[in-house]
């Protein structure tokens, strides 16, 4: 029994098709990852889910109850965190707090052991308009108003995208801590780093899920062996490479290439020795073992 | 206790909005001091040009007696017609009385006017009016000098006019309800539009949706301040009438707020079916600028209706502003009860049903 399951969902605006038969299995407690680029449909999974939207086919489960059916019990047990910041401005960090556990029938007082920790650091600023908080502290606040009815389930949807390196590593130390008290988190983010802190993900593009399960798991499945190259003219290798035989692909990875090949029939040897003969001596290869956004490409061209 | 909360929130953003609290005090304030004095259809300080070919005593008396009615100011008396043509040529003439030179001839005769009368109808009311009130002076002038020499006319008929509700005819009393009826409007129609599309624009309503709360007791909680301010501002108004120019409402105040009612209903659906189909504050204050230009120009405040082309007349019916200025004005003025403008009521409770069930049949819970 999956505590969030969704069933072959499709969604479309008009002739766009947003979401083709996703499915989608989380366990209670862990948090999972939805990781895929801009567009690929991670908000519309979320707004169906947390049963703001229709959709065509399928059929979802959060907690047992039916999106479409029961989304009034849903809404009692979910905290939704959309991507932007859409809290009351002109109401202060109290009044925000208080107005959003109260519309949930609770209190602050009664929801104050789930948020006590992140919301001791908002504390000095209670008085303050939430319009006049730094980015860092919205996303506090924002968060603390998703929990402050003790939800059994945290929708968060992009909640790092804009966020910097610092307060996005603060972030996922406060999920974790979340996770800890017993609440299921669901988060999408477009950065693949980030997939190594959920315990399972699904990869997403173009509506589609392309692959699911543990990092090592998707990592494990990668069907080629990895070179990286590196070197001082390092465009015009590019080229040169990907006309090679047994070469799957090879993308640009910062200052390096990756260049996925056959395995067994193409050695860090070989390439080694056709870029010498190209005149490409300086160039270094080595083996290297695929990392998550490797295996987002290489399923991103299987499609 | 959770509609206490949500309608506490709605007041504590309303006060803390930078404009909207000042708006409702200087909103009855500018409704009742100012606008009846810029609105007013009454025409004065019309600039007189005379061109007195007779200067006799005569006509010295007539131009007197045109100067003294209080509606013009003779800015001078021309020697020649070209002289004030050209004064109307430049705009410094509105009216140019040109009289013959054997006037106290014709008027010791009888016979045809001897005097002349010219326009500028640039501004076309102005210049009618103008027109009309410079062939009073005259005909009364005429009378006067008729009747004070020739006692022996028998069929001599005098026209007095007395108005009715109005006794001194005085048209910032007539624009009083009328002006009540254009702030009601606005702060109970488009305000609430506005700010619910605003919470549509910052995606708070998006935090709210995976609420509990039932959409419906949300809009409802952000339409109640709304109609709070509407009472106080017709109480204002009528508060301030009554203390600075002595105004008072010839019928049932109670009828005015029944009507007022009646109005919030029909404005509340209006400012729902806007909110509606628009995703952003242009788009609202786009359609709300439409809606309330159409609803003012074909209401009868400003025009009245009767004159207005068969169409144009046909289209008003579907206005709800025609109602509920009529409302007002048949109570405020003339002491009409309920029962006497029943049809108003009818008018606006049926426009009100249909734009209630077009607001709520347009409005979906789930995208």
Redesign the interface.
């Known amino acids: 029994m999956y505590f969030i399951e969704a069933r072959n969902i499709s969604k479309g605006y008009g002739s766009f098709k947003a979401l083709d038969r996703v499915s989608l299995q989380v366990r209670k407690g862990e948090i999972y990852g939805i990781i895929g680029p801009d567009g690929a449909g991670k908000t519309t999974l979320f707004r169906i889910l947390t049963t703001l939207m229709l959709f065509d086919n399928g059929n979802a489960e959060v907690e047992g109850f039916d999106v479409v059916r029961d989304y009034v019990k849903i809404r009692r047990i979910i905290g939704y965190m959309p991507g932007h910041f859409s809290l009351y401005e002109d109401l202060s960090v109290e009044e925000n707090l208080d107005f959003f556990a109260t519309i949930f029938g609770s209190s602050v007082a009664a929801g104050y052991e789930t948020v006590r920790e992140i919301y001791s650091q908002l504390e000095p600023f209670r008085k303050r308009k939430a319009g006049k908080l730094s980015g860092g502290m919205k996303q506090k606040l924002a968060l603390c108003c998703a929990l402050i009815h003790k939800p059994s389930v945290l929708f968060l949807d992009e909640p790092t995208t804009g966020v910097d390196a610092i307060s996005r590593k603060e972030f996922w130390n406060m999920l974790e801590r979340i996770k800890a008290g017993g609440v299921t988190v669901l988060v999408s983010t477009p950065y693949m780093d980030e997939a190594l802190l959920c315990d399972r993900i699904s990869l997403i593009r173009q509506g589609r899920i392309i692959d699911s399960g543990t990092v090592d798991s998707i990592i494990e499945r990668y069907p080629y062996s990895l070179l990286a190259v590196s070197g001082e003219r390092i465009f015009p290798v590019l080229k040169i490479l990907r006309q090679l035989k047994g070469v799957v692909s090879c993308f640009a990875f910062g200052t390096e290439h990756h260049v996925a090949v056959c395995k067994e029939t193409v050695t860090v040897e070989n390439i080694r020795q056709i870029l010498v003969e190209n005149g490409f001596a300086d160039c270094a290869v080595r083996n290297i073992s695929p990392g998550i956004e490797d295996c987002f490409m290489q399923l991103a061209g299987k499609e | 206790?959770?509609w206490i909360?949500?309608l506490e929130?709605e007041f504590?953003?309303f006060f803390?909005?930078p404009g909207l609290p000042k708006m409702l005090i200087s909103f009855p304030l500018m409704m009742v001091l100012v606008f009846p004095f810029a609105v007013s259809m009454e025409v004065r300080n019309i600039n007189l040009v005379v061109v007195d070919n007779s200067c006799s005593v005569t006509s010295e008396r007539l131009i007197d007696k045109c100067v003294k009615s209080g509606y013009f100011r003779l800015v001078e008396k021309s020697s020649t017609p070209e002289r004030a043509q050209y004064l109307m040529d430049i705009n410094k003439a509105d009216a140019i009385l040109t009289i013959s030179s054997d006037l106290e001839k014709q008027l010791a005769f009888g016979e045809s006017l001897p005097v002349g009368i010219k326009v500028n109808t640039i501004n076309g009311s102005k210049g009618s009016i103008a027109a009309g009130y410079l062939s009073n002076c005259i005909s009364s002038f005429v009378a006067a000098e008729n009747s004070g020499e020739r006692l022996s006319a028998g069929n001599h008929i005098e026209v007095s006019t007395k108005f009715y509700y109005n006794k001194y005819m005085d048209y910032k009393v007539f624009m009083v309800p009328a002006l009540i009826v254009i702030a009601i409007t606005m702060i109970t129609g488009f305000f609430p539009a506005l700010n619910i599309v605003n919470e549509k624009e910052?995606?708070?309503i998006?935090?709210?949706?995976?609420?509990?709360?039932r959409r419906s007791t949300f809009i409802l909680c952000k339409l109640i301040p709304y109609w709070a301010v509407a009472f106080f501002i017709l109480s204002s108004c009528l508060f301030i009438a009554w203390i600075v120019f002595g105004y008072t409402c010839a019928g049932s105040i109670f009828t005015l707020f029944v009507f007022t009612g009646l109005h919030i209903m029909v404005t509340a659906g209006l400012g729902l079916l806007i909110s509606n189909y628009s995703d952003n504050a242009q788009q609202a204050m786009f359609m709300t600028w439409f809606f309330m230009m159409v609803f003012m120009l074909i209401s009868g405040i400003f025009t009245p209706i009767a004159s207005m082309p068969a169409w144009a007349q046909a289209i008003t019916y579907l206005n709800p502003l025609r109602y509920y200025a009529d409302a007002m004005r048949f109570v405020y003025l003339k002491g009409s009860t309920f029962f006497e403008v029943w049809y108003d009521a009818l008018g606006l409770f049926l426009i009100g049903v249909a734009m209630m069930s077009w607001a709520i049949l347009s409005y979906r819970k789930?995208?």
Not at chain 2, 206 to 213: C, D, H, S, Y
């Open positions: 206790m959770v909360y949500l929130k504590k953003q803390r909005d910052k995606g708070t998006e935090q709210i949706n995976v609420t509990p709360i789930q995208e």
